[in-house]
């Protein structure tokens, strides 16, 4: 069982930049292909970013290409969010979670486990 616990979220103007973190326990990070997703009010939950087991394979929504970067540290069982040129579309709950797959996806059933998110607005 993996528990994932993010952070760094929090209220921010248009353009500027947030780094989130999602720290894992209770399971062997390294084997997890892991993912960012965020819901915004009213709105389904929608794919952000993923990375693969490896690191060698990130992969981002269109609506984040080139603002924002997904990292991972395995000896800290941490993965990263680092999100630049923030825009106010962009506010929403950012939730990390780990998958047992080989390859990074954008769908929801390849993740088995989820954190609880943080929260992130981005005002105008």
């Known amino acids: 069982q993996v528990q994932l616990v993010e952070s760094g979220g929090g209220l921010v103007q248009a353009g500027g930049s947030l780094r989130l973190s999602c720290a894992a326990s209770?399971?062997?990070?390294?084997?997890?292909?892991m993912g960012w997703f965020r819901q915004a009010p009213g709105k389904e939950r929608e794919f952000v970013a993923a990375?693969?087991?490896?690191?060698?394979?990130?992969f981002y929504a269109d609506a984040v290409k080139g603002r924002f970067t997904v990292s991972r540290d395995n000896a800290k069982n941490t993965m990263y969010l680092q999100m630049n040129s923030l825009k106010p579309d962009d506010t929403a709950v950012y939730s990390c979670?780990?998958?047992?797959?080989?390859?990074?996806?954008?769908?929801?059933?390849?993740?088995?486990?989820w954190g609880q998110g943080t929260q992130v607005t981005v005002s105008s």
């Open positions: 979670a780990a998958g047992g797959g080989l390859l990074p996806t954008y769908r929801l059933d390849g993740y088995e486990y």
């Open positions: 209770g399971g062997t990070f390294r084997r997890y292909t």
């Open positions: 990375i693969s087991l490896s690191v060698s394979r990130p």
